[in-house]
């Protein structure tokens, strides 16, 4: 299928977020094969290689488990084969909405992740008054269980930033998204400051779009692209209420098109950082 619906998490969320249950139903399935072997936690986690700690947060559905940890389990449980089939429908982001969950999984395993945006900071590199000030910002009215669990859902996912083995992250995003001022002066600033500061990070190049700019590849919106660990490229596009996971090599190739121009426009990343702090120092 090319496309299927999805949701980047970059905005004020859409739709309300639905709960996820697939870690505590992954967890409750490692429990259950593990009884029925006859292991306490702390002996099957000495042959998995984790302790009985992580062994019991992934089966109480607190902790993602990494692929070693799925391996591991599986070799030490049979190899049914079932736990390696469920763990590519896993989702951590009970506070996202339903229809990103599947590019949620995605971004866990990417090896290279590209975000366009237009409309608003992206996810990954909002501050948390930020995403607090575009939550509240887009109706429906949320009370703050809702502000709350989404805006830590958002931040939750910024730990791909620091994942090892690293994610190589391109970012362009347009100039008017720093100026908008959402949240007032203060959210602004400390805005600038954290953009800054990731935009010197290793594997983060971060791109300014500039006001003026009449040549643009970026008309048709924002758009987000990722290489998965065996080299296939997905892509996202957004709308209001939802959005397209792209798996067409043919469409993904018109994506990737869009993205290199996106970069040949926007400014270098040592004028991108310049523009910032003129941007910061102005306030």
Same mark, same amino acid.
Request: net charge positive; proline share 4%; glycine share 10%.
């Given at each position: 299928m090319a496309y299927e619906s999805t949701d980047s998490g970059t905005g004020a969320g859409g739709a309300e977020p639905g709960a996820s249950d697939s870690l505590r139903t992954f967890g409750a399935v490692v429990q259950a094969l593990r009884e029925h072997s006859g292991l306490s936690r $702390?002996?099957? &986690?000495?042959? @998995?290689?984790?302790?009985?700690? /992580? @062994?019991? =947060? @992934? $089966?109480?559905?607190?902790?993602?488990?990494? *692929?070693?940890? @799925?391996? &591991?389990? $599986?070799?030490?449980?049979?190899? /049914? &084969?079932?736990?390696?089939?469920?763990?590519?429908?896993?989702? *951590?982001?009970?506070?996202?909405?339903? !229809?990103? *969950?599947? !590019?949620?999984r995605l971004e866990a395993q990417a090896v290279t992740l590209w975000t366009y945006e237009c409309r608003v900071i992206p996810g990954l590199l909002q501050t948390a008054r930020y995403a607090r000030a575009v939550t509240e910002s887009v109706p429906p009215v949320k009370d703050e269980e809702q502000v709350a669990k989404q805006v830590a859902a958002r931040l939750e996912r910024q730990q791909l930033i620091e994942r090892t083995p690293p994610i190589a992250f391109s970012f362009i995003i347009e100039q008017a998204l720093v100026e908008r001022g959402t949240g007032g002066p203060d959210v602004t600033r400390e805005l600038l400051d954290s953009l800054l500061e990731r935009s010197l990070q290793f594997n983060v190049e971060l791109q300014i779009m500039p006001r003026y700019q009449p040549d643009h590849a970026g008309f048709d919106g924002p758009l987000m692209l990722l290489e998965s660990p065996d080299n296939k490229w997905f892509s996202y596009a957004e709308g209001q209420r939802g959005g397209m996971?792209? =798996?067409?090599?043919? $469409?993904? =190739?018109?994506?990737?098109?869009?993205?290199?121009?996106?970069?040949?426009q926007a400014l270098t990343s040592e004028d991108s950082r310049g523009l910032l702090k003129q941007l910061r120092g102005a306030l």
């Open positions: $702390e002996e099957f &986690g000495g042959l @998995v290689g984790f302790s009985k700690h /992580t @062994v019991a =947060s @992934v $089966e109480q559905g607190r902790r993602m488990p990494d *692929r070693d940890f @799925v391996e &591991g389990a $599986e070799a030490a449980l049979g190899n /049914t &084969g079932a736990l390696r089939k469920a763990a590519p429908h896993l989702s *951590r982001q009970a506070g996202l909405a339903s !229809w990103f *969950r599947q !590019w949620a996971l792209i =798996s067409d090599p043919k $469409e993904v =190739s018109i994506m990737l098109q869009r993205y290199a121009r996106l970069r040949s």
